[in-house]
């Protein structure tokens, strides 16, 4: 269906929206809601770089983007409409993040940003109608396997959740009907490695049409980029790395063909879900340091790590040897991240644990600059029930640590002093680490 087809659909306040088809008609390669500040043509730079740099033609040449915080725009007259009339449709200061998001991303050619990473997965199974089959991770995010159990047993939809670590798996339940895979790597909390391109290819081999789903949340566009390894459709909760200081809420979706974005901008404008004006501004600044904060936060999850290992915790981080899906990561990211898991082998020790903390907070969510620490089953995935996480060997006695950028000594010395009071470990008095069975603690 074309984009004039999809507009013609609508009840629009809108009547400047056929300007923005046009202008996708006439630029090919360029998303909609084009904006002043965003210079169409120039030399894209390395992820680095884009991140920090961007042009915008603002009339008093301010040195971060304006923050166009109106829900409406006024029109010339009524045979000539502006480029904006609704910030439901559009509105300036988003579009500029969205294009500076298709620019970080690559393979991207168009980004769409709404309120929240679970709006984005929304938008993205509206795609879906009934009758059709998604398969899905067996080691997803909450949130998301709420959601697909409500599409499977309100929408009509049938869910096949698979290890999507095993690609026979997937090729076992593909079919002409899959309509969508849900992808997450590495997953969140047990640090999962799915194949992606491999899975890709075994989808769109059994249905071409079939939309590849990836949630980059874990890695953010600068550590991985599923796109080119064969996805439709990347997205990603802002909430967390994109923007970093856990003050806002977003969702970004991102797709390698113009079709796929103008269907997922029906749906964001029909529904009204677009991101508002200020989280915009927000998002746009947060992203700016994205690529230090990265930096900082793998350096010192891979110190955590490195402490928990040695101590003789089981520790699943895609940065250690021991992962056993170490290779086939690397293969397709650029980093490990900055979450890491590790069992403790009771329940209530890793609650001690984590209660024992202070630099740590204990808090759901990741991609903070700060320190958090969380029991997935009690925080995180308590929508998952106990019986189904049983069936996933989801360990109950799980800690997640979403490692911040404090002084890596600082944070070692909080969560050695969590651990020996929870009776975890003894220090012995050459400063060695030795880690207690759980029954003496
Ligand atoms: N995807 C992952 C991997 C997440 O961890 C989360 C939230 O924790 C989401 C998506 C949902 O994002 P939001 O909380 O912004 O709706």
């Not at 759901?364 to 308590?382: D, E, Q, R, T, Y």
């Amino acid at each position: 269906m074309s984009l004039a087809d999809q507009l013609s659909g609508l009840a629009l306040e809108s009547a400047a929206q056929p300007q923005f088809s046009n202008q996708v008609a006439r630029d090919g390669d360029e998303p909609p809601s084009p904006t002043p500040s965003s210079p169409r043509q120039r030399k894209t730079y390395s992820i680095d770089t884009e991140l920090v740099f961007t042009e915008h033609n603002d009339q008093f040449k301010s040195s971060s983007m304006p923050l166009y915080q109106t829900a409406t725009f006024k029109q010339d007259s009524l045979s000539n409409m502006g480029e904006y009339d609704y910030t439901r449709s559009g509105n300036p200061t988003r579009s500029h993040l969205e294009r500076h998001l298709t620019r970080i991303t690559p393979g991207a050619v168009r980004s769409l940003v709404v309120s929240s990473g679970m709006t984005a997965l929304d938008v993205i199974t509206r795609l879906l109608k009934p009758g059709d089959e998604v398969i899905a991770g067996d080691d997803l995010y909450g949130g998301t396997n709420r959601l697909v159990k409500y599409l499977a047993t309100s929408g009509g939809i049938t869910a096949h959740h698979v290890d999507t670590t095993n690609v026979e798996a997937v090729r076992a339940v593909a079919s002409p009907k899959t309509a969508m895979i849900l992808l997450e790597s590495p997953t969140n909390p047990l640090i999962k490695i799915a194949d992606i391109a491999a899975l890709a290819k075994v989808v769109h081999d059994a249905a071409p049409d079939a939309l590849v789903v990836v949630d980059n949340t874990m890695l953010s566009p600068l550590l991985m980029s599923p796109l080119e390894l064969g996805a439709d459709i990347v997205y990603e909760s802002g909430t967390k790395y994109l923007s970093g200081h856990h003050d806002l809420m977003a969702g970004a979706i991102m797709v390698r063909d113009h079709k796929v974005g103008d269907r997922l901008f029906f749906v964001v404008n029909a529904s009204g879900c677009g991101l508002a004006p200020f989280e915009c501004w927000l998002l746009e600044r947060g992203l700016k340091t994205l690529g230090i904060r990265m930096e900082k936060q793998q350096r010192n999850a891979q110190f955590i790590a490195d402490f928990l290992e040695s101590a003789g915790f089981k520790v699943r981080y895609p940065g250690l040897r021991s992962h056993p899906q170490y290779d086939l990561h690397w293969q397709q990211s650029r980093g490990a991240g900055a979450v890491l898991s590790l069992e403790t082998g009771d329940v209530e020790l890793s609650e001690r644990i984590v209660e024992g903390t202070h630099i740590w907070g204990i808090s759901v969510s990741f991609g903070c600059v700060n320190s958090l620490i969380s029991m997935p089953c009690k925080m995180s995935h308590a929508s998952i029930d106990a019986k189904t996480r049983k069936e996933r060997d989801f360990p109950e006695d799980l800690i997640r640590l979403c490692v911040g950028i404090e002084n890596p000594d600082d944070l070692l010395d909080d969560l050695k002093t969590a651990l020996i009071k929870a009776g975890a470990v003894k220090i012995n008095v050459d400063g060695s680490v030795i880690r207690l069975p759980p029954a003496t603690a």
